[in-house]
């Protein structure tokens, strides 16, 4: 079992920034793939950004430029810096990590969210 704890959600004015994090904890022996994934009212959840064990990284069209994700492997912690903030951003986001307690298999985890408020 893997428990993954966010924060850094909140209320910015347009143009502000915001980071957030998202540490894994439980009897984790690797962690591949670290995602942020959001969703906003009335609309489907969405990836943001991802990045591999390997650093690399991958953002959608309206990020790109804007958030930059990066992963503390020491830490099981995977951050989402965003910048240039815009109302269309307010959604609640969710970290997705692939997670190995034996080197083998991969198993799935979310986290419960955390609300990002843009105001124009």
């Known amino acids: 079992q893997v428990d993954l704890v966010e924060s850094g959600g909140g209320l910015v004015q347009a143009g502000g920034s915001l980071r957030l994090s998202c540490a894994a904890s439980?009897?984790?022996?690797?962690?591949?793939?670290m995602n942020w994934y959001r969703q906003a009212p009335g609309k489907q959840r969405e990836l943001v950004a991802a990045?591999?064990?390997?650093?690399?990284?991958n953002y959608a069209d309206s990020v790109k430029g804007r958030f930059t994700i990066s992963r503390d492997n020491a830490k099981n912690t995977v951050y989402l810096q965003m910048n240039s903030l815009k109302p269309e951003d307010t959604a609640v986001y969710y970290c997705?990590?692939?997670?190995?307690?034996?080197?083998?298999?991969?198993?799935?985890?979310w986290g419960q969210g955390t609300q990002v408020t843009v105001s124009s």
């Open positions: 990045i591999t064990s390997g650093d690399y990284t």
């Open positions: 439980g009897s984790i022996f690797s962690i591949n793939s």
């Open positions: 997705y990590v692939d997670v190995s307690f034996d080197g083998q298999y991969q198993y799935a985890y």
